[in-house]
């Protein structure tokens, strides 16, 4: 498989990506997948990022980052100005994922979603046994520090997409570097969804 | 032409200035010559696609780097602006005072300065004398415009006015057109000058030039520079002497050296230019950007409430609407408007990124 500066979810999404084509990254960090993205497959990319100090090492990079919060600053871009619209690690964080995950639909032909998957096992021991605010390797917050609002599952994205009449086109569930066929909710880790508009 | 080698500095640099024949201007007037002093850093190279041009801001001038050059810190070699790489060009704007054509310059048809009988200039007229300044070098196209404050005014005028001559645009903590706030201070400014007697309706030129009128110009301009944190670390309210604060001291030291440096009637037609310059006249801002291929990298300071970055935004939002190739930064910093030109090290990094991924 692919690495992608270390992240399994970059290695899969760049993967997904067409070459030659024009991509957003919301929330991206300093740039990295971009750049990758740039260098490896001629893409033409931009990206929203809140952090100034990220977007100030992502435009070093040569990236075209927005510095602006994705929850509003996507309501700029024209309607299907894109060929993928990428959130990766941080529909768990926003305040309205669902205005967002529209919002991705609106301005992008794909969506291309990854997330902690809050259904994996350890997720469920971990709050079975001690009775408190699941704590493992893929959320390691305290209650009162996480930057995670919204906990998902697998099964949870697969009924919004039903109730909002969106596309699946591809599914990726990952465990550790390994891809998981069987039983992804339970299995998984990072959950990534290639999906389209109706 | 006169070149004149300049050997303090490193980098490779000219001082010049340009005669071109006749320059017309949206009043409707013709110039007739026009000069313009400009200077340039690095080397062109063979197939002329490596030029940047820089634009100064409403009191500099075509001397941009070098010893006392107004964006030393940004431009020459290895610097944001980097000289090894790139070839940059800076002229003093038509209206100015310091080599370029202005209301201090001779009228030719009387022998006598044009005073207040010059021509109405716009930020457009500005740019146009330097694209003729920029193709008088054999530049079709330049890699990249770039200024802050009216300078960013001047290449925002350039992506929109020559949109296939400008690789890249990058203007900072500037506006699409200034706000009330923006022409009250300016017209502060101008009030000044005017009531000061020397002033003599702009007819001073051999004579006791305004400068007591001037000088409080400029000390109301360095106060809206400035922002409350940076003027608080600055000064506090130390005192300089027994009955004087010292912020007191540095805005009149500010107002009475730049009385030796620039004239009084170039501030009200820069002044001028500045608050008539308003994009928006041509069309919703959107839609001059419908058919632009130029880059750009905006920046705006946190702390600067001349140019807030609202203004910043209204520029990049319309860009964005029209899926233009647009980088956007609010810089953290407590200088006020001032940081563009002082809070450099990230602005730096920013620049050469963004540039080294730039082609012309």
């Known amino acids: ?198 | 032409m006169a070149a004149v080698k300049l050997e303090f500095t490193p980098m490779i640099t000219e001082a010049a200035t340009s005669t071109f024949e006749r320059l017309e201007l949206d009043c409707g007037v013709t110039l007739s010559p026009v000069e313009v002093a400009y200077e340039t850093y690095g080397t062109l190279n063979a197939d002329r696609s490596n030029a940047i041009l820089v634009l100064h801001a409403f009191s500099g001038d075509a001397h941009a780097a070098g010893e006392g050059g107004w964006w030393n810190s940004m431009i020459g070699p290895g610097k944001g602006f980097d000289t090894d790489r790139h070839f940059v060009i800076c002229s003093n704007i038509l209206g100015g005072c310091r080599g370029t054509t202005g209301p201090g310059s001779i009228n030719p048809e009387t022998g006598e300065p044009w005073a207040m009988s010059f021509p109405v200039v716009t930020v457009a007229d500005m740019v146009r004398l330097q694209k003729m300044l920029v193709e008088s070098m054999g530049i079709k196209k330049l890699l990249a415009v770039a200024g802050g404050s009216m300078g960013g005014m001047l290449a925002l005028e350039w992506a929109v006015a020559y949109p296939d001559s400008v690789g890249a645009a990058l203007p900072i903590a500037t506006t699409a057109r200034h706000s009330a706030q923006q022409i009250a201070f300016n017209e502060v400014g101008r009030q000044a000058i005017m009531a000061d007697p020397d002033w003599n309706e702009g007819n001073y030129y051999g004579r006791k030039p305004p400068a007591r009128g001037l000088s409080v110009a400029r000390m109301v301009g360095h106060i809206t520079y400035m922002s409350d944190a940076s003027m608080r670390a600055k000064f506090g309210r130390r005192l300089r002497a027994p009955d004087q604060f010292e912020v007191e001291s540095y805005l009149q030291y500010r107002g009475s050296t730049f009385v030796d440096r620039f004239d009084a009637n170039s501030y009200l037609y820069i002044t001028r230019a500045m608050d008539s310059f308003d994009l928006t006249q041509r069309g919703t801002l959107p839609s001059l950007f419908e058919k632009i291929r130029t880059r750009f990298l905006v920046i705006s300071f946190t702390s600067d409430w001349l140019y807030p970055s609202y203004q910043s935004l209204e520029v990049v939002s319309a860009l964005r609407s029209r899926n233009c190739d647009v980088a956007y930064c609010n810089l953290a910093s407590d200088y006020g408007h001032d940081a563009f030109l002082v809070e450099v090290k990230e602005q730096a990094e920013i620049v050469r990124g963004f540039l080294a991924s730039t082609h012309a």
């Not at chain 1, 990295?32 to 100030?56: C, F, I, M, N």
């Not at chain 1, 997409?161 to 086109?169: M, P, Q, T």
Request: aromatic share 10%.
């Open chain 1, 1 to 198: 498989m692919l690495d992608v500066f270390g992240r399994r979810d970059y290695a899969i999404i760049s993967e997904l990506v067409e070459p030659g084509t024009m991509v957003l990254d919301l929330g991206c960090g300093e740039g990295e997948l971009l750049a990758w993205l740039r260098d490896h497959k001629k893409v033409d990319g931009r990206g929203v990022e809140l952090t100034g100090a990220s977007v100030q090492k992502a435009i070093a990079r040569g990236v075209s980052v927005y510095q602006g919060d994705l929850e509003t600053g996507l309501d700029d871009y024209p309607e299907q100005a894109f060929d993928y619209v990428i959130l990766s690690q941080t529909l768990q964080q926003t305040r309205d994922p669902l205005r967002v995950l529209k919002g991705m639909l609106r301005i992008g032909k794909r969506g291309i979603v990854a997330f902690p998957n809050f259904g994996h096992w350890r997720v469920r021991v971990s709050h079975l046994l001690t009775g408190r605010s699941p704590r493992t390797e893929l959320f390691p917050y305290d209650w009162y520090n996480s930057p995670n609002i919204h906990f998902l599952t697998v099964l949870d994205f697969e009924a919004l997409a039903e109730k909002e009449n969106w596309r699946v086109e591809r599914r990726i569930f990952l465990a550790g570097n390994r891809e998981v066929s069987v039983m992804p909710n339970l299995m998984s880790e990072v959950a990534v969804f290639l999906f389209s508009g109706s």
